[in-house]
Each structure stands twice: as C-alpha cells, then as structure tokens.
Nanobody, 122 residues
Framework: EVQLVESGGGLVQAGGSLRLSCAASGLRFADYSLGWFRQAPGKEREGVSCISSSDGSTYYADSVKGRFTISNDKAKNTVYLQMNSLKQEDTDVYYC???????????????WGQGTLVTVSS
C-alpha cells in the first residue's frame, strides 16, 4: 500500500522560506504523480502543485507561481515543495498526495499524507 509522510511545516515570518518534504513508499506504478494540497479552516482542500513521474512536468496554482517550486528526488523517494516569499494567506495545513496518472487528478487518488501545518506570521 502507498504510504506518504510529510514533514517540514512550522512557523515562519512573511517573506521567509520553508521547505516541505514528502517521503513516499509503495509507488509501484509506471505512471503516477505526486502533489501538494492545502486546506484552511472552513475551506475546501485546494491543489497547490503537482509533478509527474513520467516526464517531470509540473503544475502550479496561480497563487503560488513564481514563489513555490516542486521537485522529486527519486533516489530518496521524496518530493519537496520549496516555498519562498511566503505570505500570511499561505497559512494552511499542507498535504502530500499520490495519484495514478500524470496530472494529480483527485478522482485517481492513491493516498493522502497526514498533513503538516504551515503558519506564516504577519
């Protein structure tokens, strides 16, 4: 079974940086993708970024383009989300997720991680 463990969340000042990590295991698929989602209290979970295992193509939500970078270290079986120029509105619980296929489509979800809290102070 696919397992995902997130880490790297914490408290950071606005304008600062943070790197989230997601250690994956059990991904025995030729075509899969790994993504980051976030959820604030009272709001639905939203996609932040996605990376494809097949060609390395990436996706970013408009709100984080130019500030966040997703990457995959295959040797460590770990996906990262480098978050720069953080804003207070980035405060959320961030979740890693694995999907069948290349586009991080929620209808093809394999597993959610447990979540890691990111708090950006003003």
């Amino acid at each position: 079974e696919v397992q995902l463990v997130e880490s790297g969340g914490g408290l950071v000042q606005a304008g600062g940086s943070l790197r989230l990590s997601c250690a994956a295991s059990g991904l025995r698929f030729a075509d899969y993708s790994l993504g980051w989602f976030r959820q604030a209290p009272g709001k639905e979970r939203e996609g932040v970024s996605c990376i494809s295992s097949s060609d390395g193509s990436t996706y970013y939500a408009d709100s984080v383009k130019g500030r966040f970078t997703i990457s995959n270290d295959k040797a460590k079986n770990t996906v990262y989300l480098q978050m720069n120029s953080l804003k207070q509105e980035d405060t959320d619980v961030y979740y890693c997720a694995a999907f069948i296929g290349s586009r991080c489509r929620t209808g093809y979800l394999l597993r959610w991680g447990q979540g890691t809290l990111v708090t950006v102070s003003s």
